[in-house]
């Protein structure tokens, strides 16, 4: 069961750390869906946590990773920007490999039930 903590409320320019539980038999990845908007990929990390794929909008800020001792995936927010206000889902899904890192919506099996971030201007 996947559920997400760590969501709250944080001024622009602030940081935020997610976190939910992980395995290592799953690629997982970070979504946020904004209000209106549809569920897209914020991060995504493979099965041993060797490989991470961002989506551009986000990269230099965010930061996945997954520990897998510890059986917890996090996702570091760094520079948040209010239009990041969104639902931030937790998802795992089946890879093709150790390294494959799934960039859609479809490749997942797993969600959590989402956690709220807002950031205020």
């Known amino acids: 069961q996947l559920v997400e903590s760590g969501g709250g409320v944080v001024q622009a320019g602030g940081s935020l750390q997610l976190s939910c539980p992980a395995s290592p038999l799953y690629a997982m990845a970070w979504f946020l869906q904004t209000p209106g908007g549809e569920r897209g990929l914020g991060a995504a990390i493979g099965r041993t946590g060797q490989t991470t794929h961002y989506a551009n909008s986000v990269k230099g800020r965010f930061s996945i990773s997954k520990d897998n001792a510890k059986n917890t995936l996090y996702l570091q927010m760094d520079s948040l920007k209010s239009e990041e206000t969104a639902v931030y889902y937790c998802?795992?899904?089946?890879?093709?490999?150790?390294?494959?890192?799934?960039?859609?919506?479809?490749?997942?099996?797993?969600w959590g039930q989402g956690t709220q971030v807002t950031v205020s201007s």
């Open positions: 998802a795992a899904g089946y890879a093709n490999n150790d390294y494959h890192t799934p960039p859609e919506v479809k490749d997942y099996s797993y």
